[in-house]
């Protein structure tokens, strides 16, 4: 069946505290998002990839499309988070504007370090289990803080894992739990494997990524990631 790929990148990138929203910052004279989309350009076997900005970032997205020859992107307009904006990629497809996919993976515009063979076994396990996602160890430990701004309690470091993307769905699945779920999940949630397993009871696979799958987040990442681009294009 077929595979088709929703990028969010309609964020606003405050803690990068550049100009512009990190998607958009050049890295070897490349925009970040023009990095990442080519990664899954690459890939014969994905078909449309829609990348969702804000609407204020439409037309600079569709000059990068024209600069940098991607032929196969489909720009639209975001959401206020980014459950919000995803859901507006996934529309496209279930409106029927574009082909509908058996599989939609979904990947961060600021993760362009993303390889096939990843892509590979998170769309092969949501073939099997409904959804998909590379996860990785903790850095830090996860620990919630009580009102007053003190400790509350801990996590068990070793017990947990952090979820990252790439995450692959079969598309009827993510839909309908898109679909279904409520205003609260949509403004409060950022994981998406979450939704498919809370609204269609899906097992959600977890897949040991690389640490290349690392979101480009503060000012260092930039660095980070240039100096990555800089030394695989040399
Ligand atoms: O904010 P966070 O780092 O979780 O963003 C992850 C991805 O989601 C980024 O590529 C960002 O541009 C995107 N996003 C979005 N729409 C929003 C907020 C974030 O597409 N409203």
């Known amino acids: 069946g077929s595979v088709a790929a929703v990028l969010p990148a309609g964020g606003s990138g405050e803690r990068l505290g550049a100009a512009r929203p990190k998607q958009f910052c050049a890295l070897q004279g490349r925009p970040l998002v023009s990095h990442t989309a080519c990664a899954l350009e690459r890939i014969s076997w994905i078909s449309d990839i829609i990348v969702v900005v804000s609407l204020e970032h439409i037309e600079t997205m569709k000059s990068i499309i024209q600069k940098y020859g991607h032929k196969r992107i489909t720009v639209v307009e975001g959401g206020v988070t980014r459950h919000r904006s995803i859901f507006n990629g996934l529309k496209i497809f279930a409106e029927n504007k574009l082909q509908k996919p058996e599989v939609v993976i979904i990947h961060d515009a600021v993760r362009p370090?993303?390889?096939?063979?990843?892509?590979?076994?998170?769309?092969?396990?949501?073939?099997?289990?409904?959804?998909?996602?590379?996860?990785?160890?903790?850095?830090s430990t996860v620990i919630a803080s009580s009102a007053d701004g003190c400790l509350d309690h801990s996590l068990e470091r070793a017990r947990y894992r952090a979820s990252e993307m790439p995450q692959a769905f079969l598309f009827d699945i993510i839909y309908q739990a898109y679909h279904q779920c409520n205003d609260y999940d949509l403004d409060y949630g950022t994981e998406c494997l979450h939704l498919a397993l809370k609204y269609c009871k899906t097992k959600a696979k977890l897949i040991e990524g690389s640490p290349d799958l690392w979101k480009v987040t503060y000012k260092r990442d930039l660095y980070a990631a240039e100096s990555i681009i800089k030394d695989n294009l040399s």
């Open 113 to 139: 370090f993303v390889e096939e063979d990843i892509l590979l076994k998170v769309v092969k396990a949501a073939k099997d289990h409904g959804a998909a996602g590379a996860i990785r160890p903790l850095v």
